[in-house]
């Protein structure tokens, strides 16, 4: 159980990294911030990175210290693109007590970065892209993520779901937060790799 717990918080933060620092090859007119919603408080510009926007939202400051402790930012400041599942502080919290503190630690390294990297998919998806690969495959499409987990995404009206490894469904709560080098998609649950 600990194990799961770690691999989920670790699944979260990652892609949130990797969403924020892929950032500067993708110069997007400024003008363009105005079309982004507001991510934990804070604009999200779409001529930044994923890191350097991802530092600004109070409701992903978990994301970004376990993407730190994964040492993933310099990676994911590359050029991608990339989408990134980006679990929120709430989402981390309903992992079971003490997860992400394990997680963290230095002898973790390995397990949070693969949790983290099965948050990033190694494309640039917006919601509409997302939506549309669903119904052609008739309700469920399966996605293959950086960490080589492979979850299903659905979609019911414009409402998003990702069903784990594990059988868990996420939400995605705030879609389509376009960043220098990808995409974000704010979800309320931490993505896990099946067991």
Do not use: W
């Not at 400051?61 to 679990?87: I, R, W, Y």
């Not at 669903?134 to 293959?144: C, E, L, N």
């Not at 469904?169 to 080098?181: E, G, L, R, W, Y």
Request: neutral net charge.
């Amino acid at each position: 159980m600990k194990v799961r717990s770690l691999i989920l918080a670790a699944t979260v933060a990652l892609p949130m990294a990797i969403a924020g620092c892929a950032s500067s090859s993708a110069g997007t007119d400024s003008s363009m911030a105005h079309e982004n919603p507001m991510v934990g408080g804070a604009p999200m510009y779409p001529s930044k990175n994923i890191i350097e926007n991802a530092v600004n939202s109070k409701d992903h400051t978990t994301l970004v210290a376990a993407v730190k402790a994964a040492g993933l930012v310099d990676t994911l400041q590359g050029k991608g693109p990339f989408t990134v599942f980006a679990p929120t502080n709430e989402a981390f919290d309903k992992l079971p007590a003490g997860t992400v503190e394990t997680l963290l630690k230095p002898e973790n390294k390995d397990m949070l970065t693969k949790i983290l990297t099965c948050h990033v998919v190694a494309a640039d998806a917006m919601s509409g892209d997302i939506k549309h690969m669903i119904d052609m495959d008739g309700g469920a499409h399966k996605v293959k993520t950086v960490g080589g987990c492979v979850f299903t995404v659905m979609h019911k009206g414009d409402q998003i779901m990702i069903k784990d490894g594990q059988g868990n469904i996420a939400h995605v709560t705030i879609a389509d937060v376009k960043q220098s080098n990808g995409v974000i998609h704010v979800i309320d649950r931490v993505l896990l790799p099946a067991s």
